[in-house]
């Protein structure tokens, strides 16, 4: 092969940009965690979980909790402020190749976010309608409330914003505006936390174990929906891409097919 077609298909900028490496990683990392999480119920839910004035609810229950509460907010402020303090000054000026390559790690974070959604809308979240069909709960910290609400919704919560800081602080096309898909693909599910509040001082003053349908629950639901924001986020993603992934002298064509 000549030189001169080496050197081209060298330039090529969409070459090596999916980290394979780091796609498996993520996703057996979250993996193990939701299974660890999942295999911690199985053990203690049913002798350690189903009286909150036993002391050993206190002891596998409350302890968890708080423990969860201590690694959200130590990644919290340890991923959210790393991300705000390493950001690109001179975002407006990366090459189109970085550029490039920066969209792919962003969507190392998409990947993140929507598999811990995945597992703490579908699989826990049915759970504990399950959990509560056959219990009635003396606490708002079920066993199933305490991996739910107060840990899988941190989490996604917690990778969700990282995607956006990122966004925002490395990619001219969301530092430069504000983008609404994404804004409503992470504050929507992030909301849902908040919602958590009224729907346990609901459940206070009226018997609904566990009846999706009532009113109590359709916040759930609406802002559930939001995450399919993700469809205009991608829109806005593909086009851009399109442009940068284009070689160099390549022809660019407008013509109305």
């Not at 002891?59 to 402020?81: K, P, V």
Request: aromatic content about 18%; overall charge negative; charged content about 15%.
């Amino acid at each position: 092969m000549p030189s001169t077609e080496i050197t081209e298909l060298s330039s090529d900028p969409t070459k090596n940009l999916i980290n394979v490496k780091a796609v498996i990683f993520i996703i057996l990392g979250i993996l193990c965690v939701m299974v660890a999480w999942r295999v911690y119920q199985q053990v203690y839910a049913w002798d350690m979980g189903m009286d909150s004035f036993e002391p050993e609810f206190q002891t596998y229950w409350m302890n968890l909790l708080y423990a969860q509460w201590i690694i959200e907010f130590i990644l919290a402020s340890t991923i959210w402020s790393y991300l705000l303090k390493t950001r690109d000054k001179n975002v407006f000026n990366i090459s189109p190749a970085e550029e490039l390559r920066r969209y792919f790690t962003l969507f190392l974070w998409l990947l993140s976010y929507t598999w811990i959604v995945y597992w703490a809308a579908s699989f826990f979240a049915e759970q504990d309608a399950s959990w509560h069909q056959v219990t009635v709960r003396d606490t708002d910290f079920t066993p199933s409330h305490i991996v739910l609400f107060y840990g899988t919704f941190p989490a996604y919560i917690i990778a969700g914003v990282s995607s956006f800081l990122y966004a925002r602080t490395r990619l001219p096309q969301f530092a430069d505006n504000i983008s609404i898909p994404f804004v409503i693909l992470i504050v929507g599910p992030f909301m849902i936390l908040p919602n958590v509040g009224l729907n346990e001082w609901g459940h206070t003053f009226w018997f609904m174990e566990e009846l999706f349908t009532a009113p109590l629950h359709w916040g759930f639901v609406v802002l559930g929906w939001s995450a399919l924001a993700i469809g205009g986020l991608g829109a806005q993603v593909i086009l851009r891409l399109i442009g940068l992934s284009r070689l160099a002298g390549e022809a660019e064509i407008r013509e109305n097919m």
